[in-house]
């Protein structure tokens, strides 16, 4: 039975600045995927909470979004409500800094280096938000947030406000209790991290590097969502598909690039089923070649057939 009375419906009418049918493809870093049904931008923790607060109790299905960089959204759109989570302001702290949710990492990077802190290099490679980032634990040149990450301040619908400890948080590889755990539906409201102190210029220079080195292996420029497997333990995705000859395979306008195998490009009006598609038969010629199931580091939401 669909969820849509007319009661929930009324409620969702009354949250200010609530969209209905919103366009997602131009917010996320793939430009796939149909509308929201219900959409809306959220700045303030509070008002982020309250709403999907309401959202749990009358039982009308959630999304939040950050960046919208590790994202396939069905061709179909997202049902429900989708909460874009735009909170970015920041606090240093000596060594420590806090981070609102919707801040980039990237920009978290550069405040890092400008308060001459070293550790956070890595993240100037993620182009997500800090939400994403802890949602994902997610990492750049062997370092992962896990390893910088003293707390998350959160909220779950159900049990209220909370501080997560990086335990609580249960942070694997590009995981955690919020991908696939106790804390499915929770909203990451800030991250606070610990870093070292050092030279800033330093720090920067190091970026710079990185950037140069990932704009020359990766097809930075093009509209991908990242790595769209995770790496099998001791192996790389990227190293399987090329061997497996799967660079340059098509589906539609949805393209494995020549430069990086573990990256699938829009070339411009790609859909989410030819995207879907192209991962289906990559997971199955590696299987079959190399008896090895890539899983997906990308997430797959929305209305899917
Ligand atoms: C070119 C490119 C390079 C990339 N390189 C890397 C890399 O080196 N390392 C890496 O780890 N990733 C990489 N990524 C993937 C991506 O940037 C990260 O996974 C990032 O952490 C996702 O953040 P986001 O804000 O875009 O999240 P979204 O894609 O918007 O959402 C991803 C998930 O996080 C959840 N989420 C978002 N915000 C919150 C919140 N406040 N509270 C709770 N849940 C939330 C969403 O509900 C969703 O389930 C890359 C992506 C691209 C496009």
Request: net charge positive; with cysteine; hydrophobic share 40%.
């Amino acid at each position: 039975m669909s969820w849509r009375t007319k009661s929930k419906l009324d409620w969702l009418r009354t949250l200010p600045g609530l969209a209905e049918e919103e366009p997602l493809d131009s917010r996320n870093s793939f430009g796939i995927g149909g509308p929201a049904e219900f959409f809306l931008e959220l700045g303030k923790a509070e008002a982020i909470e309250k709403t999907i607060a309401g959202a749990k109790t009358r039982e009308i299905p959630y999304l939040l979004l950050g960046a919208g960089t590790n994202l396939l959204i069905a061709d179909r759109g997202v049902e429900g409500l989708v909460i874009r989570v735009v909170n970015r302001d920041f606090h240093v702290a000596g060594t420590r800094v806090r981070a609102a949710a919707g801040l980039k990492m990237m920009r978290l990077a550069r405040i890092a280096a400008d308060a001459n802190l070293r550790g956070f290099e890595f993240a100037i490679g993620v182009p997500g938000t800090v939400g994403g980032a802890v949602y994902q634990n997610a990492g750049s040149w062997g370092k992962e947030l896990s390893e910088v990450l003293v707390e998350a301040d959160g909220f779950s619908p159900g049990s209220g406000k909370k501080t997560w400890t990086p335990i609580e948080l249960k942070l694997g590889y590009r995981t955690s209790a919020l991908r696939e755990g106790a804390l499915k539906g929770s909203l990451v409201v800030s991250a606070t991290i610990q870093l070292d102190r050092g030279d800033g210029e330093e720090a920067k220079r190091l970026m710079a590097k990185l950037t140069r080195e990932r704009n020359e292996t990766q097809p930075i420029k093009t509209k991908n969502c990242g790595s769209v497997f995770k790496n099998p333990p001791g192996d790389s995705a990227g190293r399987l598909v090329q061997a497996a000859g799967l660079k340059g395979l098509r589906e539609g306008k949805a393209l494995v690039s020549q430069q990086h195998g573990n990256f699938i490009i829009n070339e411009g009006g790609a859909t989410a089923d030819d995207v879907r598609r192209l991962i289906e038969r990559i997971q199955a010629e590696v299987g079959r070649r190399f008896n090895m199931q890539l899983e997906t580091e990308v997430e797959l939401v929305g209305r899917w057939k």
